[in-house]
């Protein structure tokens, strides 16, 4: 068999893929590649997911078909290994009170009768971090997997590596501000920390250079002369119609970090890819596939204009789109002919230990503590790196604002809406309820129960302001239930199916004519049912009397069978806990 090494990788691609995929099928998970995509000569992404369940699922690219598939494969392992493929639900009473939740190496730390922080959570420097003012308090921290009160904070040993001691994380902060963002798995310990601390450098100075509206110097035409095959994926592009821009983005060689940025002149928009890695030509053709990942010459229509409006630019907002699609604003000032910086041609690479240390001697530099969790219970080396300061994705101020556990303590209560039958004041009181606890009307109901719905139910597309509309029926005041009706048909109708959409247009002339004391609803029946069909008039007419108010709200029982999506997650995580009880009982 061929035996393909590329630069930065400590095994053969064809080994990487033949032992990931074999490893995969050990564990019991069946991965198909649902999409490939070859926009321009030398940059190739595939999509990959588990058959049997479509919430597990990774992205891959590379210079070519192999290297796509071998990177999708990794990044598979990475979200397997780190739990992320789990990160955003709640996994039920089973697992909540099992033996572990995450791993078996664990720690539980009981909430105190005055709510603090736990002690032994976290080291001194963290606190200080996280909570500078001493306000965070223990019910915080629960995590949003488990949301056991009963068992209190879930902390996550990680390596400290100035002095190698154990630290324990919550994995509430985990999950709430760092995302995947640091995320690794590889042939070797070293070639993954590489690439999870290149990744770390890659958005940290992707945010510094948007933020403040740097301008980067281009690589000269003599050192982009060296890596032909993306010269030639550039010129494809530009001969598309695509001009093309790529920078020196390591901020005076600080930095392994790479720009390249394509125009579209046919809307006046652009979009800013960043890659890195010690490695000069492996981090520009990393910049260069990440620029087409997923997306075909056609789908290089959706982002933003560059703007003259730095403070727009800099807002924390913005940030968070570029971190999820990159579809954020970009400064005029990054295409300044004069760069405040001069060009570096920088080289950090030698071998991937080599490499690991030299990075790890930049955190040190900037007084950056580094923390890792290393993970091997799935026979594939994967490690999380977090590095606060630098790889956050979410400032610490979310853990009070926008905390993913928010809503845990309403699961039960909005699961049991359908079909239930309170007093009327109680439906209303809930409306109160969700004011006072300050959760955003756009919300959607699912994410902040951590709930895997299925796209195919009413729940999918509720939203917290939707919800206001149904339990204002259900509560029998129908000006707060208009108000919010049409809120929904303004806001969230773009997402509903054309019944649904229907079913409101429907309510809310039903809702108008309610407040029209002078007119007789029976005389206008035969035209609506004309114009929406009986069955909307009929759910619609259910809703305004309080007898059914949550349309399309299936009930949901204490174990979510009512959600097959769910299930399958929960089917997908099982799979997992064996895997790692059997490797930490060893």
């Known amino acids: 068999m061929t035996q393909t090494f590329i630069p930065g990788k400590d095994a053969a691609l064809e080994d990487s893929i033949a032992r990931f995929q074999q490893k995969l099928l050990d564990l019991g998970f069946h991965i198909e590649e649902a999409s490939w995509l070859n926009p321009v000569p030398n940059v190739w992404s595939v999509h990959i997911r588990d058959k049997e369940c479509a919430l597990c699922f990774t992205n891959g690219k590379g210079a070519t078909k192999k290297a796509a598939l071998a990177s999708a494969l990794g990044e598979y392992f990475e979200r397997l290994s780190t739990n992320y493929f789990f990160a955003d639900f709640w996994l039920g009473e089973t697992v909540a009170n099992g033996p572990f939740v995450h791993y078996p190496n664990e720690k539980w730390f009981p909430l105190t009768e005055n709510d603090d922080v736990p002690e032994g959570l976290l080291d001194a420097r963290l606190r200080a971090f996280y909570d500078p003012e001493n306000e965070l308090t223990g019910s915080q921290l629960i995590d949003l997997q488990s949301g056991n009160e009963a068992r209190g904070v879930c902390g996550l040993p990680f390596t400290r590596q100035s002095d190698n001691q154990t630290v324990y994380i919550p994995m509430n902060i985990i999950g709430n501000l760092y995302v995947s963002n640091g995320m690794s798995a590889g042939n070797t310990r070293n070639e993954a920390r590489v690439q999870g601390l290149s990744e770390v450098f890659e958005r940290y100075v992707k945010n510094r250079i948007i933020a403040e509206s740097i301008s980067l110097p281009e690589i000269p035409a003599e050192v982009m002369a060296r890596y032909p ?33 394509l125009f579209n002149p046919a809307n006046g928009t652009c979009f800013a890819s960043f890659g890195a890695h010690p490695d000069f030509g492996v981090a520009l053709e990393r910049t260069v596939t990440e620029l087409l990942q997923g997306r075909g010459l056609k789908d290089l229509d959706v982002f933003t204009p560059p703007t003259f409006d730095d403070e727009e630019v800099a807002e924390h907002t913005n940030l968070e789109t570029h971190f999820i699609d990159s579809s954020g604003l970009i400064s ?3 295409f300044k002919q004069d760069a405040d910086y001069p060009f570096t041609d920088w080289s950090f690479s030698g071998t991937t230990e080599e490499e690991f240390a030299t990075l790890m001697a930049i955190f040190a530099a900037e007084d950056k503590e580094v923390y890792i969790a290393d993970y091997e219970h799935l026979g594939v080396y994967a490690c999380r790196i977090i590095v606060p300061g630098m790889s956050d994705i979410y400032p610490a101020e979310d853990l009070w604002l926008a905390n993913n556990n928010m809503g845990s303590h309403l699961r039960e209560t909005l699961l049991s809406l359908p079909g239930s039958a309170w007093n009327k004041e109680d439906y209303l009181n809930l409306i109160e309820q969700l004011d006072e606890e300050g959760f955003d009307d756009f919300t959607r109901v699912r994410e902040l129960l951590g709930l895997a719905t299925g796209a195919d139910n009413g729940w999918y597309t509720l939203r917290v302001g939707e919800l206001k509309a149904m339990l204002a029926l259900a509560g029998g005041d129908l000006e707060q239930a208009l108000i919010w009706t049409e809120w929904t048909m303004e806001f969230n109708s773009s997402v509903f199916s054309p019944t649904r959409a229907n079913y409101y247009r429907c309510l809310q002339t039903l809702l108008l004519l309610s407040q029209e004391d002078a007119r007789q609803p029976l005389q206008y029946l035969n035209a609506f ?42 089917k997908a995580y099982d799979k997992l806990q064996r895997s790692k009880a059997a490797y930490w009982s060893k």
């Open 529 to 570: 049912i004309k114009m929406y069909g009986a069955e909307a008039v009929e759910a619609a007419s259910a809703a305004l009397s309080g007898e059914a108010a949550f349309y399309g709200l299936p009930a949901v029982d204490h174990d979510l069978q009512a959600f097959p999506a769910h299930q399958s997650l929960l």
């Open 332 to 334: 005029w000032d990054l």
């Open 229 to 261: 095959a993306v010269m030639e994926s550039i010129a494809t592009l530009e001969a598309e119609g695509f001009p093309i821009f790529a920078y020196d983005g390591s901020l005076g060689g600080k930095y392994p970090v790479i720009c390249v940025v």
